[in-house]
């Protein structure tokens, strides 16, 4: 068994930064070196949770009846997989009742439309919604997408399954990984954190929040702000 090697306490680490900028005064270097201590804490406990996902036991196995039609036409589940061994879904929130998209999906989406080609070096990447498939090429093309693939569940049991549907039959948000070891397709991991694991004051999100717009924003001082919500038009 291979040990985790002993880390350098993080104070201590921080402590060894040498940049500087201009014209910065003591109390500034003084706060942004206990920031940075809390930074490198920060992506120790990353690390961990990371870890701690690789190492789930099996979930359930998938052997519901998922239909979906793409853009190459009709696959179930296992198709969905490509050539990989591993394949995340976001269950889009752009249901049949809708006109258009939910602006915050879609500003995920768009993100994640410019890392596509590179994460599917690794995995297979899906984006479901119920609304049909002609609708999601649209917007896809209005949107400039290139590189997400957009798959219309036909029969709708994959998003009542897997939580894209709320109790009420609206569209809920939903990432989730599958695994294919040996022909067995099975859950791996699903973002759980909603409503009541929510702090308070705070909208329910994960963490690593899957957002990169979040990220860039907590790196300012305005920080995310309460009045603000991403828009599909700006113009």
């Known amino acids: 068994m291979t040990s985790t090697p002993s880390l350098v306490p993080a104070a201590e680490l921080a402590a060894r930064a040498t940049m500087t900028f201009p014209n910065e005064s003591a109390d500034y270097r003084r706060a942004r070196v206990a920031l940075l ?5 920060l992506r ?3 690390e961990r949770v990371a870890r701690m996902r690789r190492a789930l036991p099996p979930g359930g196995e998938v052997t519901g009846d998922y239909l ?8 179930d589940i296992a198709g969905l997989f490509g050539d990989k061994q591993t394949l995340v879904t976001y269950s889009y929130m752009f249901g049949p009742q809708r006109e258009r998209p939910c602006p915050m999906c879609t500003s995920l989406l ?9 994460i599917e070096q ?3 990447l899906a984006v479901i919604a119920r609304s049909p498939l002609a609708k999601l090429v649209a917007f ?8 997400l693939k957009l798959y219309s569940d036909t029969n709708g ?9 709320s109790k009420e039959g609206g569209d809920e ?3 989730n990984v599958f695994t294919r070891r040996d022909g067995v397709i099975r859950h791996f991991w699903s973002g759980e954190m909603d409503f009541a694991t929510a702090d308070p004051g705070e909208d329910p999100r994960g963490a690593p929040d899957p957002m990169p717009l979040w990220t860039v924003l907590d790196m300012t001082p305005e920080g995310r702000g309460t009045d603000w919500y991403p828009k599909l038009n700006y113009s």
């Open 157 to 165: 049991n994959f998003s009542r399954d897997y939580y894209a549907i």
């Open 68 to 75: 979906f039609e793409g853009e190459r036409g009709p696959v």
């Open 140 to 147: 896809k093309e209005e949107r400039g997408w290139r590189d």
């Open 110 to 118: 768009s993100a994640w439309e410019g890392e596509a080609r590179d």
């Open 122 to 124: 690794r995995v297979a």
């Open 37 to 41: 201590a809390e930074e490198i804490e």
């Open 44 to 46: 120790r406990h990353i």
């Open 173 to 175: 948000p939903a990432l």
